[in-house]
């Protein structure tokens, strides 16, 4: 991170928590004061100091909320609120959240927690929180009109109930519903299970993060709402590649991964180099004998999947979204191929009347990931990323899960680039070239496959 950049944070940060003070002296006297963050970076687990014990979990790119105990009950403040989120460094975008970020903070309880929650309403129109998968009264399920009054604009409303089960959830607004979570509306929340359940293992890391993703123009800042599947920017947790922070662990962790999706698709979840199993769902976790391995995982709209792992192959490994388009930046719909065509030079004379055309490359595209072409300002390259071996051509829904021998116990710091042992990584071959192993040329041209499926004059009858 360069000066540049930690001076914009402390500047922002500095006018939050004047904007917090100002509002914990007037309206919200007696409200648990409510905690803002200014960091975009991986807060650590926060380890509970007030109730019940329990294994925290890490939010890739976030944090957790903080509580107070009040009489047996954990109290939370949420402040929904216009949020400046940064999706990577030199792409800020205006979105709407909680506390100061998109997405807002996990809430993290243990099954049986009595919980207080008060939602400050600073946007400019009403809103309301759904809890995403709880088992509550129906009163409190947060769905503005059914079974609530909305909160209006600068009100409080309080939400109380018991956390029942254990296991991943979210939260979002059931107000407005495609603007607020177009803008960026959306939490996670893990409830602990109160003692050993034998579904749920005791895990050395356990990370958690949702699925978003936006329509900003680029050189734009604010997502346009109407937007029902051409979303341009994929995230985990309102970030994209190389702004989502990598998973870092140690070598043989038993490691548990929460993901939850509030995007208008699925995405199927892969990680390279180890078979996971799905622990959990939305329902909760999952009985042992119904698991099987896998190495992706689809999570579609709306829910939340579990794996679990044991991290034994050290290793940079890639995890990824699998839809290739959703591991890439803004701009990468609408291109033209132009595979064969000579058009050097003709971008920039083209980006003084179009300001958001590209081009796809007369090789292909993978000249975008080493170009970092000239952009409009505010948005993030298509195809972006440097590992130690040159450019990953990456964006969006991309991070790396970093196995490594001496990552001490409770270290989330990134390691940095695997060092990969002598003679184990893929090169040129230098020695005699290798004949070309090609299928015989026979008379007749027609391939094999098609001659099998000619229906016959016999089988056309029937
Ligand atoms: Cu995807």
């Known amino acids: 991170m360069n000066t540049t950049h930690s001076r914009r944070q402390f500047f922002a940060g500095a006018a939050a928590s004047v904007a917090a003070l100002a509002v914990a002296r007037s309206a919200l006297a007696g409200l648990p004061e409510p905690v803002i963050q200014t960091s975009v970076n991986t807060a650590p687990p926060l380890v509970p100091n007030t109730g019940r014990p329990y294994n925290p979990v ?17 109290e939370f403040h949420l402040v929904a609120e216009p949020v400046v989120r940064e999706v990577m460094p030199g792409f800020k975008v205006n979105m709407w959240g909680y506390n100061g970020q998109s997405p807002g903070p996990t809430i993290e309880v243990v099954e049986g927690d009595r919980l207080r929650i008060f939602v400050t309403n600073k946007l400019p129109e009403h809103t309301s929180v ?76 356990d990370f958690c993060f949702l699925l978003n993703a936006f329509d900003v123009e680029p050189g734009s800042k604010t997502p346009k709402v109407n937007t029902m599947l051409d979303f341009n920017i994929w995230c985990w947790n309102s970030r994209v590649f190389p702004a989502i922070d990598t998973l870092n662990v140690r070598l043989n962790d038993r490691v548990r991964i929460r993901v939850g999706n509030l995007t208008m698709t699925n995405h199927p979840i892969h990680l390279h180099g180890h078979e996971f199993l799905i622990t959990g769902t939305d329902g909760g976790p999952t009985p042992p004998s119904t698991r099987w391995y896998e190495v992706t995982t689809d999570v579609a709209v709306g829910q939340m999947r579990q794996i679990e792992l044991i991290a034994d192959e050290p290793g940079d490994w890639a995890m990824h979204c699998h839809k290739s388009h959703h591991t890439m930046n803004a701009m990468g719909h609408d291109v033209p191929n132009m595979i064969g065509v000579d058009h050097r030079g003709l971008v920039g004379k083209i980006q003084k009347v179009a300001p958001d055309y590209m081009l796809m490359g007369e090789r292909g595209m993978a ?33 790396v899960f970093k196995v490594r ?6 270290d989330y710091s990134d390691p940095g680039p695997y060092k990969f042992p002598e003679g184990t990584v893929a090169h040129e071959w230098k020695g005699e070239p290798l004949p070309a192993a090609r299928p015989k040329a026979s ?19 029937h």
């Open 405 to 410: 021998k001496d990552q001490k116990p409770g």
């Open 443 to 461: 008379a007749d041209a027609t391939p094999a496959v098609a001659k099998a499926v000619k229906p016959s004059a016999a089988t056309m009858k």
């Open 367 to 399: 000249d975008m990931g080493e170009m970092e072409m000239p952009l409009p300002d505010n948005t993030a390259p298509m195809m972006t990323g440097h590992g130690q071996f040159g450019p990953l051509e990456m964006g969006g829904m991309f991070t």
């Open 58 to 74: 890490v939010t890739l790119n976030g944090w957790t909320l903080p509580w107070r105990m009040n009489n047996g009950v954990k």
């Open 130 to 205: 759904h809890w995403h998968g709880q088992r509550l009264p129906c009163g409190m399920d947060g769905v503005g009109g059914l079974t609530q009054p909305q909160i209006p604009a600068g009100k409080t409303f309080v939400y109380e109930f018991e956390a029942r089960r254990p296991g991943t959830f979210m939260y979002h607004p059931h107000a407005d519903e495609m603007t607020q979570m177009a803008m960026g509306m959306m939490g996670m929340w893990v409830t602990h299970p109160k003692a050993k359940h034998p579904h749920i293992s005791d895990v050395d890391r």
